[in-house]
């Protein structure tokens, strides 16, 4: 049976015309009326993945700045997200001159704006400088800054009298913090010793004095606490970025997203940026939510709103709500605990989404801007980020599986949004080492996991003071001396000649998960919406997605929203089309059968309506989320019996009786195959099924190996046809070798470790088909023909029916390619740190090999041109070729006879150059491309050296496999 590979595609000849029939893609993708492959031949900027840009503040010459933006859109990538991030620089910047928002800044980001308009590209701006959002209007003292709960404790005996002062706090304030507002004091019973690591409290002790009060300790150890209000002092990374500083902003409370958009009015958006910005349409954007403080994230509110939203006074808890160095130093009994520290970070969640994220995604709005924001890092509920913002995003550095990704994916889709965006292939100690090979397999793995953005990691502007060759790089140095954060694209590196190639890839790709909605066969309902922690759903994980299933994550909020109706069976039909919800104990919490009875009666209405749900464990134990209040409990007990009763609910004893569960319920999967590390992403417009397929990595340190096997992919449209789209070159063509079974289609599908490849449905011609051969089984031309690499006779069933045997004459042996000529151009430093020089090294080898066992290029970085002749002799009608190149490092285009091919795919060094060979003598180039390490090793041996050589080039073995393709009749 034919093996969906990329190289499939090569050869054919009128793939393009065939897909014309396909169907158009909407406005959002595409011009109206403009055809699918159309689009995908040319998906222009709309799709195409974006780059962090760092700037050294606004030092930077504007010449210069629009310079890169030309370099970027002409490598093929669609935007840029300005950051003034600047880990690498010890000299100073000169924050008063050229900081974020000043006016040499401002000059700046009107150039980018100015020529990323020209160059229809869209333009990301920071809310603030580098991270976390931060502005210099404010002090640590004042009501909008970030603020922190500190706590002092002193221990005393019984008979002691306490009348005052209250207890210093543990940690001093920091630098710039003049104020300490005394919330409360309060005394509490120890519970065994006062030198444990977390000492336990008797809850049933706690007490609040009142002002003045005097107290007297009755017999026992008493702890006496005092919790102060004051402002952390926190101030965004690597600064200074500003005079006066920046201080970041209470992310819970109205005043500090107010004291942002203030900032902005009066000092960032001058007339001319903010037309600019209205007129190409960027994001606002703000990175992960690291609120670092020494003591416990507070808001002045938060009290009375804990009152408010929780339905009971926070006092009495707490001893075991505040933190030292993100360490709880006080606990009462475990249940207790874990349940009011849930309700707290709970509140905490609901205002960070009601006063920081939602104003400031009204006032992007108001810009004609879109909010995009990392939603994670405390204990919020990102799942219901990612439904309220714009864009979320993800990042491929933090999360730790593709589960954190499904979290937020869920959100998005739930929300009705369209993007799930991904802060991609950020890698530690990866600064110029960092190859496109493992950025595609992060990535083919990432997009697995729903993203549908890449915002890459990321594009440094030219220089910077104290930079070294080959530049101003954002990480590197990483505090002076470590090797510092990947990767520093554009120019200065030698694969960037070779990155339109990837840049296609990459708008492609998303072109195709951006399309209509993606459809997800089950739902884990989440206690908590928590993302970027690697806890996923095991059954998941382990059994469902290893043999088709898809899933996503729902928390509480997203019962409640507009998409949450059930019709026929699935739940947010309109969306992703949940087939069934299943309901586990809290994962957060040991598998805790903790519920809130609002999210219990949802459920209910849910399987009412015909929703399936999976029970898992008895849950005649639930208990209320958070602190239960009076008669939650009951209630919960009533619902849950109610719940477990319906006809379309099922129970199963553990998480092995899930599957058991679904069959009983008739729920199946969209698509099916025998186990293996295949995963794939449904998307569907108008009707037409889109397949995203990835051979992944379900977490970035696990081995995978390359798979082929039969995979069944569901066609609504039982009468389309599956085509391949092929991200590298952007032709369409239908495949040759398919088998339907009523809505289920099978396909063979082959694939390299993280390799990825895109299948859609849509009409064809009805020619017969292929439904299996021993053979490569293809449609070239519209012809339905047969490719082998020997001599044979094969056979093939076809659509009608008919077996056909077709006679493959001699085939040429495979030619060994060992000798190569071989040019290197090497590059080394220049007279400037943004200046490289390059010289030519010229070779004769007898056999391939890695540069860094060729003599006198050990310590080279930079590209090597290959070239060999090739005698085919009387090379005649309906042969052709595939050039096996072996081990190529790093990314690679290959020419044959003067010809240059259509772009090949970096995980797959298998390239099909029938169309271009010819009788006699032929040649064949292959130019690769590497990083700069080897060089930067010997050049800046300081922060380098300590770093292994990568083995370049074309390393082989290469090989030229002959074939012949006969016509089946």
């Not at 519209?782 to 001599?791: E, I, N, Q, S, Y």
């Amino acid at each position: 049976m034919t093996r969906l590979t990329r190289r499939t595609f090569l050869g054919a000849s009128a793939a393009l015309g065939l897909a014309a029939a396909l169907p158009s893609v909407p406005p959002a993708l595409a011009a109206p009326g403009k055809p699918f492959a159309q689009r995908f031949a040319a998906p222009g900027t709309d799709t195409a993945a974006k780059f962090r840009w760092w700037w050294p503040h606004g030092l930077v010459d504007l010449g210069e700045i629009a310079r890169e933006v030309d370099q970027i859109a002409d490598a093929g990538f669609g935007g840029v997200e300005i950051q003034d991030v600047h880990h690498s620089v010890r000299a100073d910047l000169d924050p008063a001159g050229h900081g974020w928002g000043t006016p040499a800044w401002l000059a700046a980001v009107e150039t980018a704006l100015r020529r990323a308009k020209d160059r229809k590209l869209r333009v990301d701006l920071a809310l603030g400088p580098c991270w976390p959002t931060a502005v210099p209007t404010i002090t640590p003292d004042d009501t909008a800054a970030c603020k922190e709960l500190a706590h002092g404790v002193t221990y005393v005996q019984g008979g002691t009298v306490y009348s005052g002062p209250p207890p210093a706090a543990v940690e001093p304030p920091e630098e710039g913090v003049h104020e300490q507002d005394l919330v409360a004091v309060q005394v509490a019973k120890v519970i065994g010793s006062t030198t444990a690591a977390t000492v336990t409290l008797d809850p049933a002790t706690v007490r609040t004095l009142g002002p003045g009060e005097t107290w007297t300790a009755p017999e026992g150890t008493w702890a006496i606490i005092a919790y102060w209000l004051r402002g952390s002092a926190q101030q965004p990374e690597a600064g200074p970025h500003t005079e006066p500083p920046a201080y970041v902003v209470d992310h819970f409370s109205r005043a500090g997203a107010q004291a942002v958009i203030d900032e902005w009015n009066t000092t960032i958006l001058t007339p001319a940026i903010r037309r600019l910005l209205r007129e190409t349409g960027g994001d606002l954007f703000e990175d992960s939510l690291e609120l670092e403080t020494e003591a416990t994230p507070w808001t002045p509110d938060h009290l009375a709103e804990f009152r408010r939203r929780a339905g009971y006074d926070l006092l009495p808890y707490l001893p075991v709500i505040v933190q030292r160095k993100e360490k709880y130093p006080f606990t009462f009994d475990s249940e207790t605990t874990n349940h009011v520290r849930d309700d707290h970070n709970q509140v905490l969640s609901d205002l960070y989404h009601e006063n920081h994220l939602l104003p400031l995604r009204d006032f992007a709005h108001s810009l004609g801007m879109t909010l995009r924001v990392q939603p994670y890092g405390l204990p919020t509920d990102a799942i219901r980020s990612a439904a309220l913002l714009d864009v979320p995003e993800s990042e491929s550095l933090g999360f730790k599986n593709l589960d954190d990704y499904r979290v937020l994916a869920s959100g998005r889709d739930m929300g009705g949004r369209q993007l799930l965006s991904c802060e991609s292939a950020a890698y530690a100690n990866g600064a110029y080492s960092t190859t496109w090979d493992k950025v595609l397999q992060t990535m083919g793995s990432v997009f697995a996991g729903g993203v549908n953005q890449a915002v890459l990691h990321g594009f440094s502007y030219a220089s910077a003071p104290g930079a070294a060759w080959p530049g101003f790089a954002a990480f590197s140095p990483y505090n002076g001396t470590g090797i510092g954060y990947a990767e520093a694209w554009g120019p200065r590196q030698p694969t960037w000649g070779h990155v339109p190639d990837i840049a296609g890839w990459f708008a492609r790709t998303q072109l195709v998960l951006r399309a209509g909605v993606q459809k997800t066969d089950l739902a884990f309902f989440r206690q908590k919406g928590w993302t970027s922690t690697g806890i996923g759903a095991p059954w998941a994980t382990n059994d469902g997605i290893p043999i088709g299933w898809t899933h996503g994550f729902l928390s509480e909020p997203m019962l409640d929203l507009p998409s949450a109706v059930v019709r026929d069976g699935r739940l947010a039909p309109d969306g992703p089309a949940y087939k069934a919800l299943i309901l586990d104990g809290d994962i957060f919490r040991n598998k805790e059968h903790t519920l809130s009875v609002s999210a219990a009666r949802r459920l209910v209405e849910l399987a009412r309506a015909g929703l399936p749900i999976v029970v898992v464990g008895s849950w005649a134990d639930v208990h209320s989320t958070g602190i239960a209040q009076p008669g939650e409990n009951d209630q919960l007990r009533t619902l849950l019996a109610q719940l477990v009763a319906l006809p379309r609910v099922r129970v199963a004893a553990d998480a092995n009786g899930i599957p058991g569960a679904l069959a009983d319920l008739g729920v199946t999967r969209d698509v099916e195959y025998a186990r293996s590390t295949i995963m794939t992403v449904h998307r569907v417009e108008d009707g037409v099924d889109y397949y995203y397929l990835a051979n992944a990595r379900h977490a970035e340190n696990r081995r995978i190996t390359a798979v082929d096997q039969d995979v069944w992919l569901t066609s609504r449209d039982r009468s389309a046809e599956p085509y391949l789209l092929d991200a590298w070159t952007g032709r369409v063509e239908r495949i040759g070798t398919y088998e339907r079974a009523g809505d289920k289609v099978r396909v063979r599908v082959a694939l390299n470790p993280g390799q990825s490849m895109l299948i859609g449905f849509g009409p064809g011609d009805r020619s017969p088909h292929a439904t299996a051969s021993d053979a490569d089984v293809r449609f070239d031309d519209g012809k339905l023909v047969l490719r082998a690499t020997a001599a044979g006779t094969y056979s093939t069933t076809l659509s009608t029916g008919r077996v056909v045997r077709t006679t493959v004459d001699a085939v040429p042996a495979p030619v060994p390619l060992t000798a190569w000529d071989l040019e290197v151009e090497d590059w080394q430093p220049g007279p400037t740190p943004a200046e490289t020089v390059k010289t030519n090294h010229r070779l004769s080898l007898t056999e391939l090999t890695a540069w860094s066992a060729i003599p006198g290029l050990q310590d080279v970085s930079g590209i090597g041109r290959y070239r060999t002749t090739v005698d085919l002799g009387a090379w005649r009608p309906g042969l052709g070729a595939y050039l096996e190149l072996g081990e190529v490092f790093d990314t690679y285009r290959v020419t044959v006879n003067g010809r240059a091919l259509p772009p090949a795919d970096v995980l797959d060094p298998v390239v099909d150059v029938g169309p271009w060979l010819r009788p006699g003598r032929n040649t064949l180039e292959v130019e690769v491309a590497t990083t700069l390490l080897n060089r930067l090793r010997v050049s800046n041996p300081a922060v380098f050296g300590i770093a292994t050589r990568q083995a370049y080039g074309l390393v082989g073995p290469a090989r030229l496999v002959p074939y012949r393709q006969e016509e089946i009749r």
